[in-house]
């Protein structure tokens, strides 16, 4: 992505993962629609740069569950969390900035029989 030259805008923006129930990964939208679970297609769209503020992660079944958080930038997996235990009807918080460039995408994984809420803000500078 070339750097911006022009005007574009900077919003702040919300987006969830309801009901993670699978132990395929499923990627975070940035475009303000609801992410299906299961689907990893998801990527930053072009002209986009992505700045995650916080994401907030409940396990609202019985039982204590595991999750990563996966970021995928220039087809390279980097883990961010990994096997992250969290409790029956627990909530882990992530309060750490990350950075997203086009085509990134960062995903959820969770553990067989999870069920995970998944609620995350962050601020879209879009220069197209």
């Known amino acids: 992505m070339a750097y911006p030259s022009g005007s574009g805008s900077e919003r702040l923006q919300r987006g969830t993962?309801?009901?993670?129930t699978v132990s395929a990964d499923t990627s975070f939208r940035f475009d303000g629609g609801l992410a299906a679970t299961g689907t990893s297609t998801y990527?930053?769209?072009?002209?986009?740069?992505i700045t995650?503020?916080?994401?907030?992660?409940?396990?609202?079944?019985?039982?204590?569950?595991?999750?990563?958080?996966?970021?995928?930038a220039g087809g390279v997996n980097m883990n961010l969390v990994?096997?992250?235990?969290?409790?029956?009807?627990?909530?882990?918080?992530?309060?750490?900035?990350?950075?997203?460039h086009p085509t990134d995408k960062l995903l959820l994984g969770s553990s067989a029989s999870s069920n995970f809420d998944v609620h995350y803000t962050y601020?879209?500078?879009d220069w197209s």
């Open 17 to 20: 993962i309801h009901n993670q």
């Open 43 to 49: 990527a930053v769209p072009a002209n986009h740069i």
């Open 52 to 72: 995650v503020l916080k994401i907030i992660i409940t396990e609202v079944s019985n039982a204590a569950r595991t999750f990563q958080l996966i970021v995928i």
């Open 82 to 100: 990994y096997q992250q235990s969290v409790l029956a009807k627990d909530t882990f918080i992530w309060n750490e900035k990350i950075v997203l």
């Open 123 to 125: 601020v879209d500078q």
